[in-house]
């Protein structure tokens, strides 16, 4: 594409799972719209999330649960046009899976079919399984994703750190395996220990990637937050990268600093007439009152 800067080539499940092998990790983020996919394409990103965290993150809800299949499927299609030469997962909205296996692969079908995802992500272990599987044997992949689930963080108490007592631990362990086994080709693991991270990537032949779970197979973190996008709460596990609000607020103060005061626009920012200006007093006069 014309301006943007060369990337590498398009990954895809084989190269997730030869990484895995050889011990080399995937960077990822979550991107909503077209410039963003465009610099995470650029900066050469292995893969992106269009995540559900849109509805917080670029909507302004308060939590994931308000968002639709038509929130996503629009966003993806704009991240898609950003970066059509990067692996881009579609996240499944709340109630987009939840009812039936039909349900849900219809729904994943259409992440596929309307917006070009490679793949689709959805959250839940031994209670999807058999979603996972619908999906997957539709010929469609899918990532899972345990631990903390923001669309049911109303039954785990709030957006809290899970698996860190051996009861809750064996819960996840059994989900993470039952997510294999239904046939995902990639696990998610949000806020858990590292000590439970590391023992699920060991044991499990899927790649596993964290998002605040500590060292695996990859890490995930939401642009928002990396960016300092995003200004209602950062989670603890967040790296700060940048504190891009700060830029923009810098930028919108100035410029309105600038508009008030005159200084903007100057000569350098209007298009100049190409008749002469005795042409154009002509004109003006023949419109005076
Ligand atoms: O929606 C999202 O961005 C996610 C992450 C929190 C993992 O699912």
Redesign the pocket.
Same mark, same amino acid.
């Given at each position: 594409m014309k301006g943007r800067v060369q990337t590498v080539k398009k990954k895809n499940v084989l190269d997730f799972r030869r990484m895995k092998k050889e011990g080399e990790q995937v960077a990822w983020v979550?991107a909503y719209d077209f410039p963003m996919a465009s610099f995470a394409e650029q900066a050469g990103m292995d893969m992106i999330?269009v995540?559900?965290? =849109?509805g917080m993150v670029v909507l302004g809800y308060d939590s994931?649960i308000p968002v639709t299949m038509e929130d996503c499927i629009s966003h993806c299609q704009a991240v898609r046009r950003g970066a059509p030469n990067t692996w881009v997962i579609g996240?499944m909205p709340f109630m987009s899976y939840q009812k039936t296996d039909e349900q849900a692969v219809e729904n994943a079908g259409r992440f596929l079919k309307e917006a070009g995802m490679d793949c689709v992500?959805l959250?839940g272990g031994r209670r999807v399984a058999s979603r996972i599987k619908a999906i997957t044997d539709a010929g469609i992949l899918v990532m899972g994703?345990i631990g903390l689930t923001?669309q049911s963080s109303g039954q785990l108490g709030g957006f809290k750190a899970q698996g860190r007592d051996v009861s809750s631990a064996r819960e996840l362990i059994k989900d993470a395996l039952a997510v294999q086994e239904a046939g995902a080709f990639a696990i =998610?693991l949000?806020a858990v220990p590292p000590e439970l991270t590391a023992f699920i990537a060991k044991r499990l032949e899927i790649p596993v990637y964290s998002?605040g779970a500590g060292p695996c197979d990859g890490q995930?973190l939401?642009c928002g937050d990396m960016l300092g996008l995003f200004q209602a709460f950062t989670p603890k596990f967040v790296k700060k990268y940048a504190n891009v609000a700060e830029i923009e607020i810098d930028a919108f103060r100035q410029y309105i600093k600038e508009v008030k005061s005159g200084e903007f626009p100057s000569d350098d920012h209007v298009y100049h007439i190409i008749d002469s200006i005795e042409q154009f007093n002509d004109l003006f006069k023949e419109f005076e009152k």
């Amino acid at each position: 594409m014309k301006g943007r800067v060369q990337t590498v080539k398009k990954k895809n499940v084989l190269d997730f799972r030869r990484m895995k092998k050889e011990g080399e990790q995937v960077a990822w983020v979550t991107a909503y719209d077209f410039p963003m996919a465009s610099f995470a394409e650029q900066a050469g990103m292995d893969m992106i999330l269009v995540g559900d965290s =849109l509805g917080m993150v670029v909507l302004g809800y308060d939590s994931t649960i308000p968002v639709t299949m038509e929130d996503c499927i629009s966003h993806c299609q704009a991240v898609r046009r950003g970066a059509p030469n990067t692996w881009v997962i579609g996240d499944m909205p709340f109630m987009s899976y939840q009812k039936t296996d039909e349900q849900a692969v219809e729904n994943a079908g259409r992440f596929l079919k309307e917006a070009g995802m490679d793949c689709v992500k959805l959250e839940g272990g031994r209670r999807v399984a058999s979603r996972i599987k619908a999906i997957t044997d539709a010929g469609i992949l899918v990532m899972g994703h345990i631990g903390l689930t923001p669309q049911s963080s109303g039954q785990l108490g709030g957006f809290k750190a899970q698996g860190r007592d051996v009861s809750s631990a064996r819960e996840l362990i059994k989900d993470a395996l039952a997510v294999q086994e239904a046939g995902a080709f990639a696990i =998610l693991l949000e806020a858990v220990p590292p000590e439970l991270t590391a023992f699920i990537a060991k044991r499990l032949e899927i790649p596993v990637y964290s998002i605040g779970a500590g060292p695996c197979d990859g890490q995930l973190l939401i642009c928002g937050d990396m960016l300092g996008l995003f200004q209602a709460f950062t989670p603890k596990f967040v790296k700060k990268y940048a504190n891009v609000a700060e830029i923009e607020i810098d930028a919108f103060r100035q410029y309105i600093k600038e508009v008030k005061s005159g200084e903007f626009p100057s000569d350098d920012h209007v298009y100049h007439i190409i008749d002469s200006i005795e042409q154009f007093n002509d004109l003006f006069k023949e419109f005076e009152k």
